[in-house]
Every structure is written in C-alpha cells, then in structure tokens.
C-alpha cells in the first residue's frame, strides 16, 4: 500500500514563501512521476505541476508558473514544492500524488495514489 504525507503546509502573508514536502512509502518511488494539485473552498480540484520519475521534466499550470518549482529526491522518497511570491488566490488545500506512469500530466486520472493533503493559507 502506498503512502504519501504532505507536511510544510501553514499561514503565510501575501508575497511570501513556503516549502511542501511529500513523503512516500509503500512502491518504488522513483519509477513513478508525482505532482502535486489543490483544491480550494468551493472549487474543483485543480493541478499545480507534475515531475518525471527521474526528474527531468517539470511541467506547470499556468497559474504558478514562475513561482512555484517542483523538485524530488529519489534517495529520500520525497517530492517538494517551493511556492515563492504567493498570492491569496494560492490558498487552498495541496495533495500530492503518485502517477500510474513515468510521465505524469495535468489530469487526476493519470494519478492513482494520493495523499491527506496540507493546508496553505495566504493572507493579503
């Protein structure tokens, strides 16, 4: 059984930083791509970026393009995102996911494990 835990999650003001990690167990994480999506209150799950298994190919929504980087360490199990020059509209509720493939892309269905998810905030 896979296992994915967010942590780095918090409130932070407009204009700031934060770093998510996300923590695998459970499969061999670096045959798989990863990414990360988010869902704020009322709104649909949407994705964020996506990283190939080795880490070669970082792909993002055009919403944080610029400002957020994807990035994993296949010797710790683990994916980050560092998110810079966060805006409101960036508070929401950030998961990580495992892809079924090497190469992962924008849409859920590509992704088959999951995790609880952490909490940004950013205030204005």
């Known amino acids: 059984q896979v296992q994915l835990v967010e942590s780095g999650g918090g409130l932070v003001q407009a204009g700031g930083s934060l770093r998510l990690s996300c923590a695998a167990s459970?499969?061999?994480?670096?045959?798989?791509?990863m990414g990360w999506f988010r869902q704020a209150p009322g709104k649909e799950r949407e994705f964020v970026a996506t990283?190939?298994?080795?880490?070669?190919?970082?792909y993002y929504a055009s919403s944080v393009k610029g400002r957020f980087t994807i990035s994993r360490d296949n010797a710790k199990n683990t994916v980050y995102l560092q998110m810079n020059s966060l805006k409101p509209e960036d508070t929401a509720v950030y998961y990580c996911?495992?892809?079924?493939?090497?190469?992962?892309?924008?849409?859920?269905?590509?992704?088959?494990?999951w995790g609880q998810g952490t909490q940004v905030t950013v205030s204005s």
């Open positions: 996911a495992q892809g079924s493939q090497r190469y992962s892309g924008e849409y859920s269905s590509q992704y088959n494990y």
């Open positions: 459970g499969r061999t994480f670096s045959s798989y791509a």
């Open positions: 990283i190939s298994w080795r880490g070669g190919t970082t």
